[in-house]
């Protein structure tokens, strides 16, 4: 009995370290609020998107999602706050081209290596910027507007930032035509827009989803895009290519989400999954599509591999233009 006894209290002592030691599963992801960060102000192309998608992956993934607007220095202090913030899942950034492919090669020590510290979650959509300039500006047309440009008639443009695709698509334009251009920096689109619509900057290259609005409230005028090919959401607009004969200009922007270095595959899977769901849904896939984004549903790598392209490209553009920070 004692031999019995003693068996069933080792038994009973062995289950209990077990219990101790073994910990308990976690729940399923996610299991509480996900914190979407837009790295430009409310308005931009990033906003527009990341809050259209955003809801949706609440209704997906049954848990809220939260959209913040970390603004300024070209969308460099939202991407490093993604950056730092713990690996898990629940802190992503809706990032474009700008704090991705150009900042952290245009910039000085914008405090993270887009290919190392952060990792590709999935791409929402690429669209064209598009030439908008005041609904009482001079130039109806695009090839007034390059006439102009072509006589030297100073102009001032305005950006989203310093060292986003309207910057650069400016300074491109001053370089190629040798332009009185005037760079005007805001901390996003919605500001800038809002500039433009008054009349106190010559004109900018927004994102095409949020021109869209003023456009059609007749605040501002769209002349062109930017884009080498025409856009399908406006095929009567001619390409800024087409206008200026300068065959590279091509500054097309990018949406896409990204999550910190570290965070489990599986829960980046989960997300590109997820989000790859949304944009292909017939009426979500309508609605981004009409205000000209192009969708693209890629894996994660695919999704890798378009923004090591697209940070090549933008390099090769900064040092060919010997392009410095202002």
Do not use: C
Not at 77 to 85: F, K, L, P, Q, T
Not at 97 to 102: A, C, D, G, R, V
Not at 189 to 216: I, K, T
Not at 238 to 254: K, M, Q, R, S
């Amino acid at each position: 009995m004692r031999i019995i006894s003693s068996v069933i209290a080792a038994a009973t002592i062995t289950g209990a370290f077990a219990a101790a030691t073994v910990p308990a599963w976690p729940q399923a992801y996610p299991d509480r609020p996900i914190r979407l960060i837009v790295n430009f102000a409310p308005g931009g192309a990033g906003d527009i998107l990341g809050r259209i998608i955003g809801n949706q992956l609440g209704i997906e993934l049954h848990q809220s999602v939260v959209v913040e607007n970390h603004s300024g220095a070209g969308g460099t202090i939202g991407e490093r706050d993604v950056v730092n913030a713990a690996p898990d899942g629940y802190t992503l950034s809706v990032a474009q081209t700008p704090e991705i492919s150009i900042n952290p090669y245009f910039m000085k020590d914008v405090g993270y290596d887009p290919l190392k510290d952060l990792q590709p979650v999935a791409l929402a959509g690429v669209m064209p910027l598009v030439l908008a300039v005041p609904a009482k500006s001079p130039y109806a047309t695009a090839a007034q507007w390059v006439a102009a440009l072509r006589a030297k008639t100073p102009m001032t443009f305005a950006s989203a930032g310093v060292g986003t695709p309207g910057h650069l698509a400016g300074e491109l334009l001053k370089l190629k035509l040798d332009g009185k251009l005037v760079h005007v920096p805001y901390k996003g689109a919605g500001p800038a827009l809002n500039d433009v619509a008054a009349g106190q900057v010559d004109f900018y290259f927004p994102a095409y989803p949020s021109a869209v609005p003023l456009a059609q409230g007749g605040k501002i005028r769209l002349l062109a895009v930017s884009t080498v090919k025409r856009s399908t959401a406006s095929p009567d607009l001619p390409t800024v290519a087409e206008a200026t004969g300068i065959a590279n200009f091509d500054f097309p922007l990018w949406v896409g989400f990204f999550g910190p270095h570290g965070m489990p595959m599986d829960v980046a899977q989960k997300l590109n999954t997820a989000i790859n769901k949304i944009i292909l849904e017939p009426a979500i896939n309508a609605k981004l599509t009409a205000i000209g984004p192009e969708v693209r549903a890629l894996s994660i790598d695919q999704f890798a591999s378009f923004v090591r392209a697209d940070i090549a490209k933008y390099r090769e553009i900064i040092a060919a233009g010997n392009l410095k920070p202002e």
